[in-house]
């Protein structure tokens, strides 16, 4: 299962259920965004041609991180841009969440190991509003 969160018009976050299944190529982000979410299936025996990246200054100015739950299960509760709650919903094992604009909290519910990725570098405390 797929679900984006949705606030009015503004989209507050993608979650990917542990039991996704999609197509050969899924992304699930508008191209323009700073972080790029995919599904990807491939069938034994293919081969990606080997490449590199080539150096493309991009100028990030929201970070949008993306969590991979291991274990446990996480309350995730979801803002607004104004900081007004919308929604709270769980994650399990297996369920990946982009969190792309507004704000969020978590409350672990069961003993959670997950994985983040985020744009960098880490700017401390310029990089956050505890609200």
Same mark, same amino acid.
Not at 15 to 41: C, H, N
Not at 79 to 89: G, I, P, T
Not at 100 to 128: L, R
């Given at each position: !299962?797929?679900? #984006? ?16 299944? *999609? *197509? ?10 700073? #972080?790029?979410?995919?599904? !990807? %299936?491939?069938?034994?025996?293919? +081969?990606?041609?080997?490449? +590199?990246?080539?150096? =493309?200054?991009? %100028? ?15 309350? =995730? ?6 900081? =007004? ?6 994650? +399990?094992?297996?369920?990946?969440? !982009?969190?792309?604009? *507004? ?8 003993? +959670?190991? !997950?994985?983040?990725? %985020?744009? *960098? ?6 990089? %956050?509003?505890?609200?």
């Amino acid at each position: !299962m797929f679900e #984006q969160i949705i606030d009015k018009d503004t989209l507050l976050a993608i979650i990917i259920r542990a039991d996704y299944q *999609g *197509g050969k190529v899924e992304f699930f982000t508008p191209y323009d965004f700073s #972080q790029q979410l995919a599904y !990807m %299936k491939r069938p034994s025996g293919e +081969v990606i041609p080997r490449h +590199v990246h080539n150096i =493309v200054e991009r %100028k990030v100015q929201y970070t949008q991180e993306v969590l991979l739950i291991r274990r446990g299960v996480l309350r =995730v509760d979801f803002y607004n841009d104004a900081r =007004v709650f919308f929604r709270s919903c769980e994650l +399990v094992a297996g369920d990946v969440l !982009m969190l792309c604009s *507004g704000g969020h909290g978590f409350e672990v519910i069961e003993e +959670v190991e !997950m994985i983040e990725i %985020k744009q *960098g570098p880490y700017c401390g405390d310029a990089d %956050k509003v505890r609200f």
